[in-house]
């Protein structure tokens, strides 16, 4: 946008306003003709000019203009809402973005009418004739949700002078091919994406997956929070990966489906974690990007969420966060992001003043985040990571003593964090290895380990628990009772590698292979339990659960049953899913801040050149 056309801009929306203070229905008479302001001719006062042109200092010439500009705007809102009423049929707002085969950017508003009845897919029908392109290119998003095909627009809350952001997949056959598997890929990574959180639900998975606040700690939730939440942290995750590879459209998709799930989250989860108001970020700067932030007012809501989210937890200024962490270089990248997002919003909705101040700030928060790219190769040749180094380096203020002990305490606090949830999933599975009790509840794994602590065994331990409902003393008065207890097995389902080597060395005091492998299983590899299980059972023993399942490894493909397939799709799938995602949780923080440093000086500019030409 050129300053002569935002200046017009500029004036327009202050002669509106001085309108609205002053109550003044251009559509009326004596500014319009007709009574009933239908093909009115106009009848703008000179006086009138002449006052505004006075009181907003802009030339008594372009006051009149602005105001038949206006007067002719509000007559057509009239004759479409007439047009509304009458045969049902709303007028919206439609800016398609997107390339042409020929490689011609696409920026067009267009105007549609249709009856709000009609669903998803008779709009993306209708704006592909004007568009031209196919339908099945086309991504309508009306509030900052993606528009469903299936159903009516006024299910989806799309109004009578709605405006709508419609996203142009594909460019040519070859591009379209590609856009449509990133839409295909969109669909699966959330169906894995799901999958992935109902196994977080039941705490059946084999992939890390931790939900913590701003500390790092993990947080304690109930089982569907837990998994929404991971679903849309996952979704949230993936749209972040894209971001980083230049796939925007892309990106903005799965975003908002993360936005989806994460708006199904209560607010006292959400003010925990500060993942909604960086996903807010991350969806304003795709708007931007795609060059679609003056028309979607959505922008400005969301990023009225992200400040409100990051005062909460970090203060208005970062004291917060200074006082619980000791520093707070890292999370200003957020602030300053932030910052640049509100005030490019404040330029495009004409708030030139706050867009100034907003933009002088995210210009100071970048200084103060400016890194010595000479102390960064020298932590990287110490060992560190860049993105140790970097973060290091701001939390620290460029003092590259603090930045390693930092970097070394950080790394401290991780592993004591991993340990700890670490040991949480191994009490966790045991937990579940060993049954529920006679009333149905959990074995209390604080009573099982004081048990074997005394001197009892796993099994003896396990039983005692699950007869008595968890009670410590009853648990032991059955120990005594029933001394055939000590003798049961192990519960714990603990995987254990055997070896040729150790199948060797019981083959060797003459027993079968077979035999030999099954006594191993049976006694977790203990070779010397092992002869003792065999002598006892005169060398013969029945076949483990696992030889008897149809799932056994030495079953063929074919041969296994479809729960077998099925849980094999299921990992493959979220195992996909998890293969890009970043380990390390302050992967978001991590900004370089190259392309926003591009948009500050950029839109700096736009607003001296502004501010200049009204001087």
């Known amino acids: 946008m050129d300053a002569p056309n935002y200046t017009i801009e500029l004036q327009t929306q202050k002669v509106r306003q001085r309108l609205n203070a002053d109550q003044i229905k251009l559509w009326l008479p004596p500014y319009t003709d007709s009574a009933d302001g239908k093909h009115g001719q106009g009848n703008i006062p000179e006086e009138l000019c002449v006052k505004y042109s006075n009181d907003l200092n802009i030339p008594a010439a372009d006051i009149g ?41 696409i920026s067009q508003m267009e105007t549609v009418e249709i009856s709000l009845t009609s669903t998803g897919c008779d709009l993306r029908q209708v704006l592909a004739e004007k568009v031209g392109l196919p339908a099945h290119h086309l991504k309508m998003i009306c509030r900052g949700q993606v528009v469903s095909m299936t159903k009516s627009l006024q299910e989806q809350n799309v109004k009578h002078g709605s405006q709508l952001m419609c996203l142009c997949l594909s460019v040519s056959e070859a591009e379209a ?43 304690k939730l109930p089982p569907e929070e837990r998994k929404a939440l991971t679903l849309a942290m996952t979704m949230h995750e993936k749209g972040r990966v894209a971001i980083k590879k230049k796939e925007i459209t892309k990106a903005l998709l799965l975003l908002l489906e993360a936005d989806k799930e994460f708006r199904k989250c209560g607010a006292n989860i959400l003010s925990a974690v500060d993942n909604y108001a960086v996903l807010c970020l991350d969806i ?44 707070s270089g890292t999370q200003l990248a957020l602030y300053m992001k932030l910052h640049l997002l509100q005030g490019i919003v404040a330029f495009h909705h004409h708030r030139i003043t706050e867009a100034n101040v907003l933009l002088r700030k995210a210009e100071e928060d970048l200084k103060r985040l400016q890194i010595d790219e000479n102390q960064l190769s020298q932590m990287m040749v110490m060992g560190f990571s860049e993105r140790e180094g970097r973060l290091g380096l701001r939390a620290t203020n460029g003092d590259m003593t603090k930045a390693i002990q930092h970097i070394i305490e950080k790394r401290k606090e991780k592993e004591e964090i991993e340990k700890k949830v670490k040991e949480e999933r191994r009490q966790k599975k045991i937990q579940r290895d060993l049954g529920k009790t006679a009333s149905g509840a959990k074995v209390d794994m604080s009573l099982y380990e004081n048990l074997i602590s005394m001197g009892y065994g796993r099994g003896a331990a396990a039983a005692a628990l699950k007869q008595t409902n968890n009670d410590l003393n009853q648990a032991l008065e059955v120990l005594q009772l029933h001394p055939e207890l000590l003798n049961l097995p192990d519960p714990e389902k603990k995987s254990v590698d055997i070896t040729d080597d150790m199948i060797a060395q019981v083959v060797a005091m003459g027993f079968d292979t077979i035999m030999a492998s099954r006594a191993l299983q049976l006694v977790k590899g203990d070779v010397q339990k092992a002869i003792e299980e065999l002598i006892q059972k005169g060398g013969i023993l029945p076949p483990t659960p696992e030889e008897s399942s149809p799932s056994s490894s030495d079953s063929s493909p074919s041969e296994a049953g479809p729960s077998h397939r099925s849980s094999e799709e299921e990992n493959k799938a979220i195992k996909e899913l998890v293969s890009d995602l970043p380990e390390d949780e302050e992967d978001y923080l991590d900004l370089t801040l190259q392309e926003e440093a591009q948009y500050l000086e950029e839109y700096l500019a736009k607003v001296n050149s502004v501010l200049s030409t009204n001087t």
């Open 65 to 105: 203009e602005i105001l038949e500009h206006l007067r002719q705007h509000a007559l057509q809102k009239l004759a479409e809402r007439d047009q509304f009423q009458k045969t049902g049929k709303a007028v919206l707002k439609i800016k398609a973005t997107g390339l042409r085969e020929n490689k011609e950017r």
């Open 177 to 219: 091919a590609q856009k449509e598997e990133e839409v295909m890929q969109m669909m699966n990574t959330r169906q894995a994406a799901e999958l992935l959180s109902s196994k977080v639900e039941k705490d059946d998975y084999d992939v890390d997956i931790q939900i913590a606040d701003q500390s790092g700690r993990p947080l």
């Open 284 to 327: 304003v700067w795709c708007y931007l990007c795609l060059q679609n932030i003056e028309e979607l007012p959505d922008a400005d809501q969301r990023l009225r969420s992200s400040e409100d989210c990051f005062v909460r937890s970090y203060g208005a200024n970062l004291e917060r966060l200074a006082a619980v962490k000791g520093e």
